[in-house]
């Protein structure tokens, strides 16, 4: 059972354009909402989180989405450039020291010149 | 501030032998979580420890251990090697608390 679905699976977008990624959860004890960023050759970077408690969160061109009665999350990166070029994972956390990071499976990002 | 280290950071055995995985976490991180990433199943979560403790577990075989030094750095080892078990395999540090997980450039395991 796949507990955090993640779309789309490839993604394209042209320079100076806005890519969305979207995941849905399914376990309400979810509280910790993280996005990673992997370049080929290197472990994931962690890019921007939230909590429940918010609605959305900004941090330079990159913002999260979300909606807890849907439990949906998205990322969107405004202003896409060629360097945004990798793959995107969504994450899921539990609260308490049980709590391991359950991953989507990725979209790959291409932001075309 | 140095990250995460990962030694060996590519690997090459034969099935049926051992292998054992090294992870120097941030410095006063005492978690540290192991992960496998396959294209097919993706990021996978195996087990994280804590002050020399495991405290959580993923759905892996017995096959796959792991444990965790006083100083902190951690190794995963995994007997028996199988075809299966090629991946990339990467360790993460955090503080403990719910501030996020650094990840090391993993080590490439290829059984063949």
């Known amino acids: 059972q796949q507990q955090v679905k993640q779309s789309p699976q490839s993604l394209i977008v042209q320079k100076g354009g806005i890519s969305i990624i979207n995941c849905a959860y399914e376990?309400?004890?979810?509280?910790?909402f993280p996005w990673y960023q992997q370049f080929p050759g290197k472990g994931p970077a962690l890019l921007i989180a939230?909590?429940?408690?918010?609605s959305e969160k900004k941090e330079g061109r990159f913002t999260i989405s979300f909606n807890k009665s849907a439990k949906q999350f998205s990322l969107h990166i405004m202003d896409s450039q060629p360097g945004d070029s990798a793959t995107y994972f969504c994450a899921a956390q539990r609260g308490g020291s049980q709590g391991n990071l359950i991953f989507g499976k990725g979209t790959k990002l291409s932001v075309k010149p | 501030k140095a990250g995460v280290t990962q030694t060996p950071r590519y690997l090459i055995k034969t099935r049926g032998q051992q292998v054992t995985l090294s992870c120097s976490p941030i410095s006063g991180h005492r978690s540290v979580s192991w992960y496998q990433q396959t294209p097919g199943q993706g990021l996978q979560f195996l087990f994280e420890y804590f002050s020399e403790t495991q405290r959580n577990k993923g759905n892996f075989p017995g096959r796959f251990s792991g444990r965790q030094f006083s100083n902190s750095r951690s190794e995963m080892n995994v007997s028996t090697l199988e075809l299966g078990d090629s991946a990339l395999y990467l360790c993460?540090?955090?503080?403990?608390?719910?501030?996020?997980?650094?990840f090391g450039s993993g080590t490439r395991l290829t059984v063949v």
């Open positions: 993460a540090s955090s503080s403990g608390g719910r501030d996020g997980y650094t």
């Open positions: 376990n309400t004890a979810f509280d910790y």
């Open positions: 939230i909590r429940p408690d918010v």
